[in-house]
């Protein structure tokens, strides 16, 4: 199908450096929130298209045999369809074959630059996923693949700063028209969720001997809150033998009409609890929005995410594995490094926080010398060496399926208990708590100087005064913000990725403890009067 121009309309100014969200692009679609214009329009998309195609001609160089292509797809989101067919319309008009694939997950967009199958246009030279993971109906965004992995934040940049050219020529239709049509360029369209959900089901057969349903028996519920990772119940878990009776929010719905689809999310979390034990399931799998995140429910609606997954996924691993370091982002707990190394005999590597950042860490380990097979956040994103280090809640959940069966065919009894049993031990702090502190940019403490510097001081004045309190200790190894033990537990103050935002980690083995850690801090920032602390005043005062 040849492609069609699209409509131009009137075009704004747009910054489009603006709209990188470290190796995403973010911006917002959808008008009607008050106090959010839209800046992420059909022609900024389609210019975002032209950019990254002529990215991906100069980085990838063509051996003439055949065009580029690109795969592209998307989330549930009500504004998902025309960003792909703008988008498409950027990337075909720059010469280069477009394969849409409609509702789809993250981690199958990377994958199609790594299948081989021309039947289905495989591989893609590069891909595109339209998402904005678990922000508001409003929003989307753009990641972008090659068979490398995931663009970096360089890379994003790059892009942005093609694309504010290719949208100044939008202005001008003789530049537009010549922009266009270059070697009749296609858009075709290809079900890709149904090769990868096959791959999916391979992976758990061939962990448990080949056989053909080797979750027969076992009642699992999925709760894909409205996203695209609906397809894990009929696509994935019914072929492999498992009763999905109980499931909920499958249907693909971009206003979230049931709950945030973000397995840190109380509500979310809560959502799946209830339908395990409704149903009285032997486990419970609950995905974010486009499915590059993901945390389980055992049969006691015990949850598994955050610590405890990362805790799960490193006893998993390190059985396979052992001695190997697991790398974490930067608010992980004592107790999981102390699991971690005493318990499973494996190293704990706490790096910074931002799923691209623990990933790179540990593809760096192991370039230097230091084995590591899983990156994982504790936000949900997981990623392991065998699986391409991509960053895959399908694929996550399918290791501790693999758990499941290989235990049922060693006959250590059904259910999810294996799984609990993996975690037993792993020391959880009373109270966890994550307090965000906002930097007032307008406030004349800063005297017009960015941020990020005012933030840097905060930190470094917090740094200071630890060092003269006998009662607290920095942790000698710390990639990220300032991290400091005391009265039994510890707490972490940083700077955010993008934000004018001090987050604010405290775990405490009580909540007098906490307030202890608290006031710590309260009074170390006192002196900072454009860091607004009205969060921590009112935890302290509780």
């Given at each position: 199908?040849?492609?069609?121009?699209?409509?131009?309309?009137?075009?704004?100014?747009?910054?489009?450096?603006?709209?990188?969200?470290?190796?995403?692009?973010?911006?917002?679609?959808?008008?009607?929130?008050?106090?959010?214009?839209?800046?992420?329009?059909?022609?900024?998309?389609?210019?975002?298209?032209?950019?990254?195609?002529?990215?991906?001609?100069?980085?990838?160089?063509?051996?003439?045999?055949?065009?580029?292509?690109?795969?592209?797809?998307?989330?549930?989101?009500?504004?998902?369809?025309?960003?792909?067919?703008?988008?498409?319309?950027?990337?075909a008009g720059a010469g280069l074959d477009v394969i849409q694939?409609?509702?789809?997950?993250?981690?199958?967009?990377?994958?199609?630059?790594?299948?081989?199958?021309?039947?289905?246009?495989?591989?893609?030279?590069?891909?595109?996923?339209?998402?904005?993971?678990?922000?508001?109906?409003?929003?989307?965004?753009?990641?972008?693949?090659?068979?490398?992995?995931?663009?970096?934040?360089?890379?994003?940049?790059?892009?942005?700063?093609?694309?504010?050219?290719?949208?100044?020529?939008?202005?001008?239709?003789?530049?537009?028209?010549?922009?266009?049509?270059?070697?009749?360029?296609?858009?075709?369209?290809?079900?890709?969720?149904?090769?990868?959900?096959?791959?999916?089901?391979?992976?758990?057969?061939?962990?448990?001997?080949?056989?053909?349903?080797?979750?027969?028996?076992f009642h699992i519920v999925v709760d894909a809150g409205n996203?695209?990772?609906?397809?894990?119940?009929?696509?994935?878990?019914?072929?492999?033998?498992?009763?999905?009776?109980?499931?909920?929010?499958?249907?693909?719905?971009?206003?979230?009409?049931?709950?945030?689809?973000?397995?840190?999310?109380?509500?979310?979390?809560?959502?799946?609890?209830?339908?395990?034990?409704?149903?009285?399931?032997?486990?419970?799998?609950?995905?974010?929005?486009?499915?590059?995140?993901?945390?389980?429910?055992?049969?006691?609606?015990?949850?598994?995410?955050?610590?405890?997954?990362?805790?799960?996924?490193?006893?998993?691993?390190?059985?396979?594995?052992?001695?190997?370091?697991?790398?974490?982002?930067?608010?992980?707990?004592?107790?999981?490094?102390?699991?971690?190394?005493?318990?499973?005999?494996?190293?704990?590597?706490?790096?910074?926080?931002?799923?691209?950042?623990?990933?790179?860490?540990?593809?760096?380990?192991?370039?230097?010398?230091?084995?590591?097979?899983?990156?994982?956040?504790?936000?949900?994103?997981?990623?392991?060496?065998?699986?391409?280090?991509?960053?895959?809640?399908?694929?996550?959940?399918?290791?501790?399926?693999?758990?499941?069966?290989?235990?049922?065919?060693?006959?250590?009894?059904?259910?999810?208990?294996?799984?609990?049993?993996?975690?037993?031990?792993?020391?959880?702090?009373?109270?966890?708590?994550?307090?965000?502190?906002?930097?007032?940019?307008?406030?004349?403490?800063?005297?017009?100087?960015?941020?990020?510097?005012?933030?840097?001081?905060?930190?470094?004045?917090?740094?200071?005064?630890?060092?003269?309190?006998?009662?607290?200790?920095?942790?000698?190894?710390?990639?990220?913000?300032?991290?400091v033990s005391g009265f039994g537990g510890w707490f972490l103050?940083?700077?955010?990725?993008?934000?004018?935002?001090?987050?604010?980690?405290?775990?405490?083995?009580?909540?007098?403890?906490?307030?202890?850690?608290?006031?710590?801090?309260?009074?170390?920032?006192?002196?900072?009067?454009?860091?607004?602390?009205?969060?921590?005043?009112?935890?302290?005062?509780?």
């Amino acid at each position: 199908m040849a492609a069609a121009p699209s409509t131009i309309s009137s075009l704004d100014n747009i910054d489009f450096q603006k709209l990188q969200n470290g190796s995403d692009i973010r911006g917002v679609a959808v008008a009607g929130v008050e106090g959010e214009p839209v800046n992420l329009t059909e022609p900024v998309a389609e210019a975002i298209g032209a950019g990254f195609a002529a990215w991906l001609l100069e980085k990838k160089k063509a051996d003439g045999s055949r065009r580029f292509r690109v795969s592209i797809g998307h989330d549930s989101r009500i504004s998902a369809e025309k960003l792909q067919d703008a988008i498409s319309q950027g990337i075909a008009g720059a010469g280069l074959d477009v394969i849409q694939y409609g509702l789809a997950s993250t981690p199958a967009m990377f994958n199609s630059t790594l299948t081989e199958d021309e039947a289905i246009f495989c591989p893609a030279d590069g891909s595109i996923m339209i998402t904005a993971s678990h922000l508001p109906f409003n929003r989307n965004g753009f990641k972008f693949f090659t068979n490398a992995g995931g663009l970096g934040k360089a890379d994003i940049k790059d892009i942005l700063g093609r694309a504010a050219e290719f949208y100044k020529n939008l202005n001008n239709r003789d530049d537009l028209k010549n922009s266009r049509g270059k070697g009749s360029a296609t858009i075709e369209k290809v079900d890709y969720m149904s090769v990868y959900a096959s791959d999916l089901v391979k992976a758990v057969r061939k962990a448990a001997g080949n056989k053909e349903k080797p979750l027969e028996g076992f009642h699992i519920v999925v709760d894909a809150g409205n996203g695209a990772g609906g397809f894990f119940a009929a696509k994935v878990l019914e072929p492999l033998g498992a009763i999905t009776s109980g499931s909920q929010f499958l249907e693909p719905d971009g206003l979230f009409p049931n709950h945030i689809p973000n397995p840190e999310d109380k509500t979310a979390m809560k959502a799946i609890t209830e339908a395990v034990l409704q149903n009285k399931a032997d486990l419970g799998i609950i995905f974010d929005t486009d499915v590059d995140r993901s945390a389980a429910v055992d049969s006691n609606g015990r949850e598994f995410n955050r610590n405890r997954l990362i805790a799960l996924m490193s006893s998993i691993v390190l059985e396979e594995h052992p001695g190997t370091t697991i790398v974490t982002d930067s608010v992980t707990s004592d107790g999981l490094t102390l699991f971690i190394e005493k318990k499973l005999g494996g190293k704990h590597h706490r790096f910074k926080r931002g799923y691209k950042n623990v990933i790179d860490e540990a593809i760096r380990l192991n370039s230097v010398g230091e084995e590591s097979h899983l990156a994982i956040e504790t936000s949900g994103h997981g990623a392991l060496k065998e699986n391409h280090w991509l960053d895959d809640g399908a694929y996550l959940m399918v290791k501790i399926l693999n758990k499941l069966a290989s235990a049922r065919a060693s006959g250590l009894g059904g259910g999810s208990q294996v799984l609990t049993d993996l975690v037993d031990g792993l020391q959880e702090p009373a109270v966890a708590v994550e307090l965000r502190l906002k930097i007032n940019q307008n406030h004349p403490d800063l005297q017009g100087g960015p941020f990020r510097d005012y933030g840097e001081a905060v930190l470094k004045h917090v740094e200071n005064l630890v060092a003269s309190d006998p009662k607290l200790l920095k942790a000698p190894v710390n990639y990220e913000g300032v991290r400091v033990s005391g009265f039994g537990g510890w707490f972490l103050l940083r700077l955010s990725l993008h934000d004018p935002v001090l987050p604010l980690n405290i775990e405490a083995p009580s909540h007098d403890d906490a307030i202890k850690l608290g006031l710590t801090v309260l009074a170390a920032v006192k002196e900072f009067p454009a860091l607004d602390t009205s969060a921590l005043d009112k935890f302290v005062q509780v």
